[in-house]
């Protein structure tokens, strides 16, 4: 098999957001990476203070790069990855080039992550929403955080029911065979519906760590056959305290690029994930070691906002302290982060949520 | 010491050139890299076929990106890296960089790879020559090819005279520490006023390479004491046949990744540039074994061009099958090629040309 994605998303200078944190990662793996850039910024933009916008890319600049690798017979990814789009231009391209693959590429392995927002906010136009749902019936994986898979079905995952009836809609309706839902927060009323297993949580040996309260649930949903319901796994996650950039981008990557889906000793997907998982917290957790020894990046008691609000500075630095650090992880990654773990941390493998469809 | 290179180089989308054979190599080593992408293509320039143009960046452009970092704090690299630049516009955003790191930055890391050309022809505008020249100045260490260099001096590297003059003059005149001369073809009538030790060159013991008749001189000449001349350290490299793409852009990333001047074990820039030596032609032989397995790749007694010429289609297949092979090479280049070595290649180390100011 040759081992190609062609990665369309966000590069920033400074920092892992986008194919920035796709790309290293992939390629230790080794993955050939293809990296068509959708933005060219100077840094992610929870930096907020910026000294222009940088350049998001146009509809026809996309179509240049991809006309021009076609023409010289180098559009012919065994694996497509699409992440941030940032105007419908560059979204009408995308979903014309992922068509033009799904049909000259028997078995083209797409994962579209459909990056609308996050913690109940878009940050994207709302134009993207259609766009995005007219990209599902290409996808073969899509990742939505919870606040995405709520925008993309149309209503809120407040109950059991209404998780199941999203995952029949995107399988039946729009037709995506596997879904991965990265992070659906365990709220004190969805608790009350989980089995007990998914909520009690175990967090991993790791000193120097602020949690939250809440863990977060990973749910991994195959659809192997059409005419029965899909296979259901799950995982719960302990949750690191703060907002860190570029998370899902390196979790979607790593979903992809642990992706094998000729081994069938376990689930592909849920094997996938849990790789995913396993590698994005051990980037994490260390991060967020890291970023802990930056003078002032925390004071007890006080929120990130009121803390930037007293002093300018602090909100750059904070960002750049957070930065994932992919660098120096060679080990981690090569390893799906089981390098980084003792045996008794709970990150061995996804679940069977056996009575998911009829319980 | 903190490991941050900022990086300033073309991007395609397909392959290794610039940004795109500098950036993993480096992050595997340990470095930071800060990516700053000058032109944004599909693919090399040696393709041919073009949809478009992609685009170039221009200096406003550049300006953006860079204050954009500044503003946040993220504009504070330990090293500096510049490759192609594609015009006047940026190579002038460029030098005011150059000019406010060196400034602000104390011991900042330059390396400049001035990109004019190769083989004889340029491939940049003719106005880039004195901005090239104008850059030299703000350089710790410089990496021309013979081309390169002869236009930057302005006269001919036809015997060792002249070859003195022009280290002379960039160690003097231009007051650049370190200049590294990537490769000065050994010609017949180079081989005349050569060292004998410098022309009987061992091929690495690697099967299924054509190598080419000319070997290549490698020097690295430092001037570490402003009254005195430099010390000049030189190596003979065995020259693949067939031309491969982004391989000085491979090379220059080495030496800067591999240069610790607080280390006077040995002369630090011989030890960089042997390590980077080692590590390219690594790289350089698995791809030329791995490209003539591609079929078609090459037939004796035909030049590339009789044969692109009789089928359309082979130039860019010829060219898609000599992309450097990084992926997949993390030994290669974590090991400074020393894996891919056997003992007595000749590769261990360069050697000091102690008679070359005075012979």
Redesign the interface.
């Known amino acids: 098999m040759e081992?190609s994605i062609?990665s369309i998303q966000s590069?920033v200078?400074?920092?892992f957001v986008g194919n920035?944190a796709a790309?290293?990662p992939l390629?230790?793996l080794?993955?050939?990476v293809?990296?068509?850039?959708t933005v060219?910024?100077?840094?992610h933009s929870g930096?907020r203070?910026?000294?222009?916008?940088?350049?998001k890319s146009t509809g026809e600049?996309l179509e240049?790069?991809?006309?021009?690798?076609?023409?010289?017979?180098?559009l012919e990814p065994s694996r497509l990855l699409t992440g941030y789009i940032p105007n419908g231009g560059c979204g009408a391209a995308v979903l014309n080039l992922a068509r033009d693959l799904r049909g000259k590429t028997e078995n083209l392995i797409y994962l579209l992550d459909p990056v609308l927002g996050d913690n109940g906010a878009l940050y994207v136009a709302a134009d993207m929403i259609p766009l995005y749902r007219a990209l599902l019936s290409t996808a073969t994986i899509i990742t939505p955080n919870w606040f995405e898979l709520e925008t993309l079905v149309g209503f809120q995952l407040d109950s059991l029911s209404a998780l199941r009836k999203a995952l029949e809609m995107l399988h039946t309706e729009y037709r995506v065979p596997h879904v991965v839902i990265s992070s659906l927060p365990i709220t004190k009323q969805r608790a009350t519906w989980l089995p007990t297993s998914l909520t009690s949580l175990s967090k991993p040996l790791t000193e120097g760590i602020t949690w939250a309260e809440e863990g977060l649930l990973c749910i991994a949903s195959s659809r192997l056959d059409s005419s029965s319901t899909s296979e259901v796994y799950t995982m719960a996650i302990p949750q690191i305290k703060g907002y860190f950039s570029g998370v899902g981008d390196l979790f979607s990557a790593m979903v992809l690029g642990h992706y094998y889906p000729e081994d069938r000793s376990t689930n592909p997907l849920a094997r996938a994930v849990c790789n995913a998982v396993r590698t994005t917290h051990a980037i994490l957790r260390k991060t967020a070691i890291a970023s802990a020894r930056v003078p002032g990046a925390s004071r007890d008691g006080y929120t990130d906002d009121e803390l930037d609000a007293a002093d300018v500075?602090r909100r750059?630095?904070r960002?750049?302290a957070r930065e994932l650090r992919?660098?120096?992880s060679?080990d981690i990654i090569s390893t799906a982060g089981k390098s980084a773990l003792k045996e008794d941390d709970g990150f061995e493998q996804m679940q069977p949520w056996r009575d998911f469809w009829t319980g």
Chains 1, 2 share one sequence.
């Open positions: 081992k062609l590069h200078s400074h920092g920035r790309t290293f390629q230790i080794g993955w050939d293809d990296v068509v850039n060219n910024f100077a840094n930096y203070r910026r000294a222009g916008d940088g350049t600049q240049v790069i991809f006309n021009g690798m076609n023409q010289n017979g180098l500075d750059p630095r960002m750049k992919l660098i120096g060679i």
